[in-house]
């Protein structure tokens, strides 16, 4: 057991380190200027970029594929609750939390679980998601849900923790070359987005402000 934490604590230092450095490349990379003129309120747009730009009908293909959109948050949210599960589990006081609220949260894991092995049969049998899919696409998937089952897991039978860390471990080492680092990417794309269309005017969108589009 003392081998498998030191062996994800290693990983831990690793994966944090290596997502660091590129977060700090990528904030070293010079921005192209935008020349267009000034339309909106670039503040306003980037704000709504990352909230109510985010909910299931503000666009089109969330608001026709609603389950999709649900099963989806529902397994990022199970990914942040299995990384809260991963935190605590270092310290004596994850077996003293209330029988109850681990049960709520092993439940809750669970369901995540199931959505995340959900969209990876979808995507080895849907033939237009197949056809879009690389191998990193499944691995890190399997990696990430295991990871989620796992952490259900162990709020249930908080003595089995070997596996659960070993397991934890090669995905933080898998972390910066996989797709899974795509939640660093996520800010940018969500700053440049709010920047580039409230510049023009396009975002947010005036009938949201009281327009009559």
Known sequence: ?????????????????????????????????????????????????????????????????????????????????????LTLSFFPGLTNLPAPLLAVGGYFLAIAFICGAIGLILRATHPRLRSLSTPDDYLAVILVAGFVGLSSWVLFRPEDLSFYYGWAAIMFIYLPFSKIRHFLYWFFARFFLGQSFGRRGVLPHPRMEGGSR
């Open 1 to 85: 057991m003392i081998a498998v934490k030191l062996f994800l604590e290693l990983a831990l230092v690793f994966g944090i380190g290596a997502m660091t450095a590129r977060l700090v490349a990528l904030l070293q990379r010079p921005q192209k200027p935008d020349l267009a003129r000034v339309r909106g309120r670039e503040g306003a747009a980037i704000a709504y970029a990352y909230t109510l730009a985010m909910l299931p009908w503000s666009k089109e293909s969330t608001r026709i594929h609603w389950l999709d959109y649900s099963r989806g948050v529902i397994f990022h949210l199970g990914i942040a609750g299995g990384l809260i599960t």
